[in-house]
């Protein structure tokens, strides 16, 4: 009894595209938002405001250099709070943070946290930098920071008997991260895209499990097609897949941002994207696909099911041929004479010719009820497609 086979086609390629899909969307995943922590020493501040490129210094910038440091830090600080943090629970904490914020990288625990545009040497920052957390790493809002893209807090505590101060900023990726605009600092990459490598090991997991599933055992007799074609198809409908998928994302910034943001061309896109799944459901199916023949009976084997076709039931086999539509060859030729006339190289014209005389080969079997069965065992090109086949 002839049974239903070739499920492994299916699962090799639905694992594909799960780790494509899945792959490509936890490796453009932005963080939803991080607090950064900046150590603010506000005797230099006081003096940068005499400094200027140019060498002028407005009276308001003379007036903030001649306040009282107290007076000054509350002008800056304004309508905010400095939050005075115990420093019996969170003075390493910030000690920690002051020395990352400084510059010194390799001396903090914390040195793997700052942006990388403020380690490039080249533009080296002129003062403290931004060291960065997730938001449930601290508790920044019991240190009056609100979550609100941009907001700025301040605290202090103790450090050796000197008082520190940190101003505190939360950064909401999910508002600030849009299509082809991003904050010029951002959280190192492992914050900023803390599911890279989960990304990529899905996405090798899909690939491995692609090419490591068990396949049916291939006879010399078998009638089906070739392995190379199948093999070729996939590839195709990976190259259409991965940027109509994955392009969205880069955009867009990220994951999330690329249905909350320019979705209009997120969904043009992926609609698109949707031929490769088509693509590769049928390269699964014709993976799967072979015939079987008895005396009495020829059977078509896919892992859809066993179609039976009983000889004694044909009325009539007819040899067939299958061209692409006429509008469609027509309309290449028409580009291919416009670029032709516009001066470029005869290359359109030989793909409209390919078009315009590609065939398809194959057999129309009738039978005495329902729908004819057609069987195409030559491609465009003429060449056979179905092992086996012309000599059955």
Not at 69 to 98: C, H, M, P, R
Not at 125 to 149: C, H, M, N, R, Y
């Amino acid at each position: 009894m002839r049974v239903t086979s070739g499920i492994n086609e299916l699962l090799r390629r639905l694992a594909l595209l799960t780790g494509v899909l899945l792959g490509l969307a936890l490796f453009c995943y932005v963080v939803p938002a991080v607090v950064s922590v900046t150590a603010v020493n506000w005797e230099q501040e006081q003096a940068r405001e005499l400094k200027s490129a140019s060498g002028y210094v407005s009276m308001e910038k003379k007036r903030l250099a001649q306040l009282p440091l107290n007076d000054y830090i509350q002008e800056k600080v304004g309508a905010s709070t400095i939050v005075n943090v115990d420093s019996s629970q969170w003075a390493e904490f910030f000690a920690q943070v002051e020395l990352a914020s400084n510059g010194q990288y390799g001396r903090s625990v914390y040195g793997n946290r700052v942006s990388e545009e403020d380690k490039d040497q080249f533009w080296k920052p002129l003062g403290p930098v931004a060291v960065f957390f997730k938001t449930d790493e601290i508790p920044w809002a019991q240190w009056g920071l609100i979550s609100k893209d941009g907001h700025e807090a301040y605290v202090s505590t103790t450090i050796d008997a000197k008082t520190v101060y940190f101003r505190l900023s939360y950064q909401d990726y999910r508002t600030s991260v849009s299509a082809m605009s991003k904050p010029y600092r951002t959280a190192p990459g492992w914050l900023y895209h803390p599911s890279r490598n989960l990304g990529v090991g899905v996405l090798v997991l899909g690939m491995l499990l692609y090419v490591f599933l068990p396949r049916r055992p291939k006879q010399p007799e078998d009638i089906a097609y070739s392995a190379g074609s199948m093999l070729a198809g996939d590839l195709a409908a990976l190259i259409l897949l991965l940027p109509f998928y994955g392009l969205p994302f880069l955009i867009n910034g990220g994951t999330v941002q690329a249905i909350t943001g320019m979705w209009p061309v997120t969904a043009a896109m992926w609609f698109l994207a949707c031929l490769s799944v088509l693509l590769l459901y049928y390269n699964a199916w014709h993976a799967s696909y072979r015939i079987e023949l008895t005396s009495e009976a020829f059977y078509l084997i896919t892992f859809q099911g066993v179609r039976e076709h009983r000889f004694n039931e044909i009325v009539v086999v007819n040899l067939v041929s299958l061209r692409n539509p006429g509008w469609f060859r027509k309309l290449f030729m028409a580009v291919a004479l416009l670029s032709l006339l516009g001066g470029r190289t005869t290359q359109p014209a030989g793909s409209a010719w390919l078009t315009y005389t590609a065939a398809y080969g194959g057999l129309e079997i009738c039978g005495r009820t329902g729908n004819p069965l057609y069987l195409w065992f030559t491609n465009q090109f003429g060449d056979v497609i179905i092992n086996n086949l012309t000599g059955c």
